[in-house]
Every structure is written in structure tokens, then in C-alpha cells.
């Protein structure tokens, strides 16, 4: 089966939220990847609102359900009240649980589980009882894992920023070795397996041709730099290539 590919637009945003107006349209923009073919739509709203906005959310949400009934709605952050909150308001398909704070840049860390995983155990367990499908965001380790099956997550999702990162072949191979032994580890877990950050036209397809098992993959930045080339439609369709779909 191709992998599937969400679409993360905080990218758009960003753009948009660099001046007090309207344009770029993050809901117009989600709407043109859908129609292009993307399986879902992602985002992440921080705290400080510096991309996605807790207004932006709902009207994604509806956008996705009153036209695009068939494909998926995947909010990731840091399960912090505010964020608990709106994850029971929205009801999203899935829930990609990320342990970052208001200081980094971008996400660039998974969840030490060990040490959380009695918060992570609840959590889980109350965005799994309100009909989430719940991916936990860990490093390119096999030990986490068995550690993410026992907290209750149905997925993964590997952060791929240091293969991404990769500047050369020797470093590129072992990334992707680390990547690849992580998501081994979750099939053998009884795990799904997402992956995201830092993924692009070029480093994708080996990365899909060595996981048979991934399910998922969650792009925004490199996406909407290739945007600018291609429009978005035109760059959601690579990417679409680059999972494995069959050319349109």
C-alpha cells in the first residue's frame, strides 16, 4: 500500500501571520493538498500562536468534514490543558503527542516515555476514549518501541530530522539505518508507524522503499518551499509520487 501523506500547513501560517491579514488562506491552501490527493491535513498550534492559530483549527476541522469526509485531521503538540482541551472540542482522527515548549524553534526531540509514562498512560487513555487514534513523536531509538506500546499509543511517529539533516552519504545511510530499525521495532510491537520532519522529494522514496510498514508521513516545510515552485497542488503531487502512488 503507498504511504499516505499529510499534509502539515503551519508552514502557510507562518507565511500568512507575518502580516495582520487574511492571505495566505491556511483553510483555501488545506483544501487545494485535499483535492490534490493528500490523505489529511496536520497542524501543530503552539502556545504562542507563532503559525496555527487555536482559530484556525476549528475551521480546518470543518472544512475537512463537510468536503473531504473520507481523509483525516491530525493535530500534534504537547498535551498541556489548553491543548487537552481542544483535542475534546475538535475530535480529530489522530493525535500525535509532542514534548516540546514554547523556547524551540520546531519540534526536535521525542518523549523520554520512561520518565512520563504515567502522564502519558492517562493521556492516552482519555484521547483514545473520545475516539482518537493516538501517535506518540520518539527518536530514531528500537528501545522506545515496546515503551509506547505499554503507555497505550496505536502509533509512532519516528522524527526524522536527524536523517533529514544528513549532509553526507556515510551520515545519510546511518540515519536511515536508525530510522529503519525503529520501525521495525514498532511492527514487531503491534505498532503503526508515521514518520515526519525534515522529509523531502529526495530522501523520501528510501525511506518508504525500506519500511514497508509505514503508514504515514507528515510534511510541511520542505512541501511548502517546493510550493513556491510548484504550487501546491503540483507539490503535493510529487510528494504523493515520492510515497509510492502512481502517477496521476
Given at each position: 500500500?503507498?504511504v499516505?501523506?499529510?499534509?502539515?500547513?503551519?508552514a502557510i501560517a507562518e507565511?500568512?501571520?507575518?502580516?495582520?491579514?487574511?492571505?495566505?488562506?491556511?483553510?483555501?491552501?488545506s483544501?487545494?493538498?485535499?483535492?490534490?490527493g493528500?490523505?489529511?491535513?496536520t497542524?501543530?498550534?503552539?502556545?504562542?500562536?507563532?503559525?496555527?492559530?487555536?482559530?484556525d483549527?476549528?475551521q480546518?476541522?470543518?472544512?475537512i468534514?463537510?468536503e473531504?469526509?473520507?481523509r483525516?485531521?491530525?493535530?500534534e503538540?504537547?498535551?498541556?490543558?489548553?491543548?487537552?482541551?481542544l483535542i475534546?472540542?475538535i475530535?480529530?482522527?489522530?493525535?500525535t503527542?509532542?514534548?516540546d515548549?514554547?523556547?524551540q524553534?520546531?519540534?526536535?526531540?521525542?518523549?523520554?516515555?520512561?520518565?512520563?509514562r504515567?502522564?502519558?498512560t492517562?493521556?492516552?487513555a482519555r484521547f483514545k476514549d473520545g475516539?482518537a487514534?493516538v501517535?506518540?513523536?520518539v527518536d530514531p531509538?528500537?528501545?522506545?518501541?515496546?515503551l509506547?506500546?505499554?503507555?497505550?499509543?496505536?502509533?509512532?511517529?519516528?522524527?526524522?530530522?536527524?536523517?533529514?539533516?544528513?549532509?553526507t552519504?556515510?551520515v545519510?545511510r546511518r540515519?536511515l539505518?536508525?530510522?529503519?530499525?525503529t520501525?521495525r521495532?514498532a511492527?514487531?510491537e503491534?505498532?503503526?508507524?508515521?514518520a515526519?520532519?525534515?522529509l523531502t522529494?529526495?530522501?523520501?522514496?528510501p525511506?518508504?522503499?525500506?519500511?514497508?510498514?509505514?503508514?504515514?508521513?507528515?510534511?510541511?516545510?520542505?512541501?511548502?518551499?517546493?510550493?513556491?515552485?510548484?504550487?501546491?497542488?503540483?507539490?503535493?503531487?510529487r510528494?504523493?509520487?515520492a510515497?509510492?502512488?502512481?502517477?496521476?
Amino acid at each position: 500500500m503507498p504511504v499516505r501523506l499529510s499534509t502539515n500547513v503551519n508552514a502557510i501560517a507562518e507565511l500568512r501571520n507575518r502580516r495582520n491579514l487574511p492571505w495566505p488562506s491556511v483553510v483555501g491552501l488545506s483544501r487545494l493538498a485535499l483535492s490534490a490527493g493528500a490523505a489529511g491535513i496536520t497542524v501543530h498550534p503552539r502556545p504562542d500562536e507563532r503559525h496555527i492559530r487555536l482559530a484556525d483549527v476549528p475551521q480546518i476541522a470543518e472544512m475537512i468534514r463537510a468536503e473531504f469526509p473520507d481523509r483525516e485531521f491530525n493535530i500534534e503538540g504537547n498535551p498541556d490543558a489548553r491543548f487537552t482541551e481542544l483535542i475534546e472540542r475538535i475530535c480529530p482522527n489522530q493525535v500525535t503527542l509532542v514534548p516540546d515548549d514554547i523556547r524551540q524553534a520546531t519540534s526536535d526531540h521525542g518523549w523520554d516515555i520512561a520518565h512520563h509514562r504515567q502522564f502519558l498512560t492517562d493521556i492516552i487513555a482519555r484521547f483514545k476514549d473520545g475516539g482518537a487514534r493516538v501517535s506518540i513523536f520518539v527518536d530514531p531509538e528500537p528501545g522506545v518501541a515496546p515503551l509506547a506500546r505499554e503507555v497505550g499509543a496505536d502509533r509512532i511517529e519516528i522524527y526524522t530530522g536527524p536523517y533529514g539533516a544528513a549532509l553526507t552519504l556515510d551520515v545519510q545511510r546511518r540515519e536511515l539505518d536508525n530510522v529503519v530499525a525503529t520501525g521495525r521495532a514498532a511492527g514487531a510491537e503491534g505498532l503503526g508507524l508515521n514518520a515526519g520532519h525534515d522529509l523531502t522529494l529526495d530522501n523520501l522514496p528510501p525511506l518508504v522503499e525500506a519500511l514497508p510498514n509505514l503508514l504515514e508521513v507528515s510534511i510541511g516545510h520542505c512541501l511548502t518551499a517546493d510550493a513556491l515552485i510548484y504550487g501546491i497542488e503540483g507539490a503535493v503531487t510529487r510528494y504523493l509520487e515520492a510515497c509510492g502512488h502512481q502517477s496521476m
